[in-house]
């Protein structure tokens, strides 16, 4: 069963809260809600970048076509899925060493 959900939490470069990270607030908190699990928001900033400048890496092509037009659309919805996606685990690594820099803590003490 679930026991924790993570929600990525859009925040602005300088760490401030915009409209779209308020937005990600109530949504965890309907889940919250609704659903009666935990939900812990982890900032997602800058993980889609994380994840195109690994992706482009790996595949050795640019994921996005911004470089040759300027355009920041992604080339097919089949990347930005990938993107998004590889984002995600990328927000969900940043919980689960959160998590385990705290239970570290504990353990220490």
């Known amino acids: 069963s679930v026991k ?3 929600v990525g939490q859009p925040l602005r470069l ?5 409209s779209m990270a308020e937005e990600a607030e109530r949504f965890a908190q309907r889940v919250q809600k609704q ?5 812990d928001m982890v900032d997602e900033r800058l993980t889609s970048w994380e994840a195109e400048r690994l992706l482009e890496e790996v595949q050795g092509r640019f ?7 300027g355009s920041k659309k992604p080339k097919n919805v089949k990347a930005k899925m990938t993107v998004d996606a590889m984002a995600a685990a990328f927000i969900l690594k940043e919980y689960l060493d959160r998590r385990g820099q705290t ?5 220490a003490k």
């Open 4 to 6: 924790q959900i993570v």
């Open 14 to 18: 300088d760490g401030t809260r915009g």
């Open 35 to 39: 659903i009666g699990v935990p939900v």
């Open 63 to 69: 994921i996005r076509d911004e470089k040759l037009t």
């Open 103 to 107: 239970a570290e803590k504990a353990c």
